[in-house]
């Protein structure tokens, strides 16, 4: 019996939820669907240039993993692409992202940031440039990577 699906965190939802090839009703195409993760992890890599390591510690998922589901989400849109399929964005094991914490190293103010909004330029509260996001400590074992959404340690 297989393991249960790690959940994996994600920072936002596509703003588009279907892309479908153009001239051609929806109801006469199939469909391939796209899990939010497999989005997540595109986004991650071919967008933001992330590398595996890096965007697998983001969803808190080993890279093995992050290999897998990227490489899915890369089949699953070359499908939709190559055969004219309709792509449906939906569905997976995730939890949203919330927030990111910030600490500025002038004034000491700490503040948090939604994901999805980008980095802050400056300290809301003295407009410094020099701050830093905030990792929480994790107890033995810390700087291995984080849980979904920065909770506690991943596994490898």
Not at 4 to 14: A, G, Q, T, W
Not at 21 to 48: K, Q, S
Not at 90 to 109: I, S
Request: charged share 25%; aromatic share 6%.
């Amino acid at each position: 019996m297989p393991r249960p699906k790690k959940v994996r965190c994600v920072r936002f939802l596509p703003k588009a939820g279907y892309f479908k090839p153009r001239g051609v009703p929806l109801m006469n195409l199939e469909e391939v669907v796209l899990n939010i993760d497999e989005f997540e992890a595109l986004n991650l890599t071919d967008l933001e240039d992330k590398n595996q390591e890096t965007a697998a510690d983001e969803m808190g998922i080993s890279r093995p993993t992050f290999q897998r589901t990227l490489s899915s989400a890369r089949k699953k849109v070359a499908e939709a692409i190559v055969l004219g399929k309709a792509l449906k964005i939906e569905g997976g094991n995730f939890v949203m992202a919330t927030m990111r914490k910030f600490e500025c190293a002038a004034c000491g103010h700490a503040w948090e940031v939604s994901f999805g909004i980008g980095r802050p330029s400056v300290c809301p509260v003295c407009g410094s440039t020099n701050f830093h996001r905030v990792v929480e400590q994790r107890g033995p074992g810390a700087g291995r990577g984080l849980g979904p959404c920065g909770k506690g340690k991943r596994s490898r």
